[in-house]
């Protein structure tokens, strides 16, 4: 029998494929053992059901989860830098840096095509989480990967 990575009492991050969270992260608390056909129950750290404001619960595929990220540390991000910023959404959405002014820097997200501005703590690097085999994986980041987003102020 296979070892499935997430168990009871995990504390990971569900990627969300549906309105109006669409390719964030939200960090969650698995519920129980995921099943012999790969779901599990999560419940949501952030966001609430509308109809009863209780914390959401949800039975997803493991495959939509990855373990919290653990903190990279850096002194500050480049243009060009693929961070995940946190909304007031309670989610984290994947972006690129493309201007800083002092502690405020503004993020494009392609998934949303929108520009916003955020400060520094409400960024993290982005790190995606890749499966070596069925039960180990690890964080995969790289710095300013992305120089197409390094807008030129003086270009055309």
């Known amino acids: 029998m ?45 966001g609430r059901c ?14 939509m989860l990855r373990p919290y990220p653990a903190c990279v540390e850096f002194e500050w991000f480049e243009i060009g830098d693929v961070v995940d910023a946190f909304d007031i959404m309670d989610a984290w959405w994947k972006g690129v840096i493309t ?13 949303r095509l929108v520009l916003a501005e955020f400060r520094h703590y409400k960024l993290r690097l982005h ?10 994986g690890e964080w995969k980041y790289t ?6 987003y390094s807008f030129d102020e003086d270009s055309d």
């Open 50 to 63: 509308p109809r009863t404001n209780l914390p959401m619960r949800e039975t997803v595929n493991v495959r």
């Open 127 to 136: 790190q995606e989480w890749e499966m070596k085999d069925d039960d180990e």
């Open 143 to 148: 710095k300013n990967v992305d120089p197409e």
């Open 2 to 46: 296979k070892k499935m990575y997430f168990k009871q009492g995990d504390v990971v991050e569900v990627m969300k494929s549906e309105s109006p969270w669409n390719g964030s992260y939200l960090k969650a608390k698995v519920l129980e053992d995921p099943t012999s056909y790969g779901m599990c129950r999560v419940k949501y750290k952030s």
């Open 99 to 111: 201007q800083r002014e002092g502690v405020y820097y503004k993020v494009y997200f392609e998934t």
